[in-house]
Every structure is written in C-alpha cells, then in structure tokens.
C-alpha cells in the first residue's frame, strides 16, 4: 500500500510540474499579452528547443501541438486561453491515440 501511494505521489507531483512548465510556455508564448495564445503566437513558441523538447518528452512532437491547437480552439476564434491550452495538452499527452479521439470528439461536436 505505501508503494501505490508514492507512486501517486510521484505522478501527482509529476503531473504538477508538468502544468507549471504548460503554464510558463504559454505565457512566454502570449506575445501581446492578451491572455490568449493565437495560433500564430503558438507557432513561435515551437519555434523554441525547450518547447519542442518538452513536447516530445510528453508524448507530443510539434506537428501534433499544431492540431492539438486547432483542436482546443473549439470556438474557432483562432485563440485559446490557458486553461484551454492546458486541458488540452494534458489530456492528449502521451500519444497519437489519444489526440485522434479529441478530435474525434472535436469534430462531433461541431456536426
């Protein structure tokens, strides 16, 4: 029972970090400052190794941050806030499977 509970409380504090790290991308990446990431701002901060490589490091390569950005943006505004952007990413991470069911989802919602 004590290994069950630290291993939850390991994945809780990796689960943490990971937000925190989601949380400073987007605010690096939030060049005007309007609480929004556009897909633009969004494609600059990929452009960035420590991006691409945290990405990668969650199951996400940058091709995959790109629909996963079109698939957030649920509203077609061509925006999302930061707690789209970390559901989403947090959601999907860890493979291809998991993003294709989001849009999956995504896209039913909008029929």
Same mark, same amino acid.
């Given at each position: ?6 291993? #939850? ?5 990796? @689960? /943490? /970090?990971?937000? %925190? ?7 690096? !990446?939030? =060049? ?6 556009? *897909? +633009? +701002?969004?494609? !600059?901060?990929? =452009?960035?190794?420590? @991006?691409? =490589? ?8 940058? &091709?995959?941050?790109?629909? *996963?950005? &079109? ?5 077609? %505004?061509? =925006? @999302? $806030? @930061? ?15 998991? #993003?294709?069911?989001? %849009?999956? /989802?995504? $896209?039913? &919602?909008?029929?």
């Amino acid at each position: 029972k004590a290994d069950g509970e630290q291993m #939850l409380k390991a994945r809780e504090a990796e @689960v /943490t /970090t990971q937000l %925190s790290e989601l949380r400073r991308f987007f605010l690096q !990446g939030d =060049s005007d400052g309007d609480g929004c990431l556009t *897909l +633009e +701002e969004f494609e !600059g901060l990929l =452009s960035a190794p420590t @991006v691409q =490589s945290f990405f990668l490091k969650i199951g996400l390569d940058t &091709h995959e941050a790109v629909a *996963l950005f &079109h698939t957030v943006d649920t509203d077609d %505004s061509g =925006s @999302v $806030d @930061v707690d789209e952007f970390l559901f989403g990413v947090m959601r999907v991470r860890g493979g291809v499977k998991a #993003l294709d069911m989001l %849009s999956l /989802t995504y $896209d039913l &919602h909008r029929l």
